[in-house]
Nanobody, 116 residues
Framework: QVQLVESGGGLVQPGGSLRLSCAASGFAFSSYPMSWYRQAPGKERELLTTITPGGYITNYADSVKGRFTISRDNAKNTVYLQMNSLKPEDTAIYYC?????????WGQGTQVTISS
């Protein structure tokens, strides 16, 4: 079955960087667009960015544009999110996502906390 496992979250000071990873299994990873979302306490889940199977990036949310970069390694069935210049408002649980046969799949999420 489809599995998405995020990792790489943690506690970072403002201005710092983190690299999140999402290891995928149970489907033909190289054939599907992959996305990163986040959800902060009391807020709705927010789409951050999406990457096509061929590596084309279709969008970045205005809140992360210029600071976050999505990438993928189809040989490793992994999608990444490089996050730079982190701000306290980036504190959230970060999820990777794939939509397959009209079904949305999410990982368990990884907590990112930005605080001094």
């Amino acid at each position: 079955q489809v599995q998405l496992v995020e990792s790489g979250g943690g506690l970072v000071q403002p201005g710092g960087s983190l690299r999140l990873s999402c290891a995928a299994s149970g489907f033909a990873f190289s054939s599907y667009p992959m996305s990163w979302y986040r959800q902060a306490p009391g807020k709705e889940r927010e789409l951050l960015t999406t990457i096509t199977p061929g590596g084309y990036i279709t969008n970045y949310a205005d809140s992360v544009k210029g600071r976050f970069t999505i990438s993928r390694d189809n040989a490793k069935n992994t999608v990444y999110l490089q996050m730079n210049s982190l701000k306290p408002e980036d504190t959230a649980i970060y999820y990777c996502h794939v939509r397959r046969y009209s079904v949305n799949y999410w990982g368990q999420g990884t907590q990112v906390t930005i605080s001094s």
